[in-house]
């Protein structure tokens, strides 16, 4: 059984640090590759980070590259997201993904086949 299993979500000040964790079972997770996604009320889901299998290789959304850090470790089945400087614009639903497609990252929510129910994100101002 496949599960994507998101935590550290939370509220914080802009200026904050949250530190997301995925926890991965079900699947061959050091094959496939990994990423990030969130969605705020009333808008489109959006890739933020993403991982290849390897973790070498890294994508990020422009509105995160700087303070967005993402990062994985095949021996714990587990993706990180670390958020520094966060803005009020970062606010959503963060969710983890995976696709088994593990040479190259994607943002584009299309090429992901398994989902997490997601972790909420609050950054007031």
């Known amino acids: 059984q496949v599960q994507l299993v998101e935590s550290g979500g939370g509220s914080v000040q802009a200026g904050g640090s949250l530190r997301l964790s995925c926890a991965a079972s079900?699947?061959?997770?050091?094959?496939?590759?990994m990423a990030w996604f969130r969605q705020a009320p009333g808008q489109e889901r959006e890739g933020v980070a993403s991982?290849?299998?390897?973790?070498?290789?890294?994508y990020y959304a422009d509105s995160v590259k700087g303070r967005f850090t993402i990062s994985r470790d095949n021996a714990k089945s587990a993706m990180y997201l670390q958020m520094n400087n966060l803005k009020p614009e970062d606010t959503g639903m963060y969710y983890c993904?995976?696709?088994?497609?593990?040479?190259?990252?994607?943002?584009?929510?299309?090429?992901?086949?398994?989902w997490g129910q997601g972790t909420q994100v609050t950054v007031s101002s």
């Open positions: 993904a995976a696709s088994p497609r593990g040479w190259f990252p994607s943002l584009g929510s299309g090429d992901y086949n398994y």
């Open positions: 079900g699947f061959p997770v050091a094959s496939y590759r």
């Open positions: 991982i290849n299998s390897g973790g070498g290789t890294a």
